[in-house]
C-alpha cells in the first residue's frame, strides 16, 4: 500500500510564500515523476509543477517565476515553494506520484489535498 501524505496548506495574505510537502510511504520500489496539481473552486484541476526523477522541472505558465518544485529522493518527498502568492492561487493542491511498488507495475498516485487560500 502507498500514501502520499500533504502538507503546507494554509490561508496567507497576497504577496506571501508557503511551502507544500508531500511524502510518499510504504511498499515503495522506485518513484518517477512527481507533481503538484490544484483545483479551485469550479474549474477542472490543472498541473501546476512536476519534477522527473532526474529533477527536470515544468511548469504552467501563470506559476512560473513565482513557484519552485524540488524532491528528495532520499525521503521520497516532493516539494512546492510558492511565493508572490495571489487570489488566482487559491484552490486545493494535490500531489501525485508514478511510483512501482516492489514486484507490481507503475501506478499513479494521489495524495488527499491540503487548501491553499490566499486572501488578505
Known amino acids: 500500500q502507498v500514501q502520499l501524505v500533504e502538507s503546507g496548506g494554509g490561508l496567507v495574505q497576497p504577496g506571501g510564500s508557503l511551502r507544500l510537502s508531500c511524502a510518499a510511504s510504504?511498499?515503495?520500489?522506485?518513484?518517477?515523476?512527481m507533481g503538484w496539481y490544484r483545483q479551485a473552486p469550479g474549474k477542472q484541476r490543472e498541473l501546476v509543477a512536476a519534477?522527473?526523477?532526474?529533477?527536470?522541472?515544468n511548469y504552467v505558465d501563470s506559476v512560473k517565476g513565482r513557484f519552485t518544485i524540488s524532491r528528495d529522493n532520499a525521503k521520497n518527498t516532493v516539494y512546492l515553494e510558492m511565493n508572490s502568492l495571489n487570489p488566482n492561487d487559491t484552490a486545493v493542491y494535490y500531489c501525485n506520484a508514478d511510483i512501482r511498488v516492489r514486484y507490481s507495475s507503475w501506478s499513479t498516485y494521489w495524495g488527499q489535498g491540503t487548501q491553499v487560500t490566499v486572501s488578505s
Open positions: 510504504g511498499s515503495i520500489f522506485s518513484i518517477k515523476t
Open positions: 519534477i522527473t526523477g532526474g529533477g527536470m522541472t
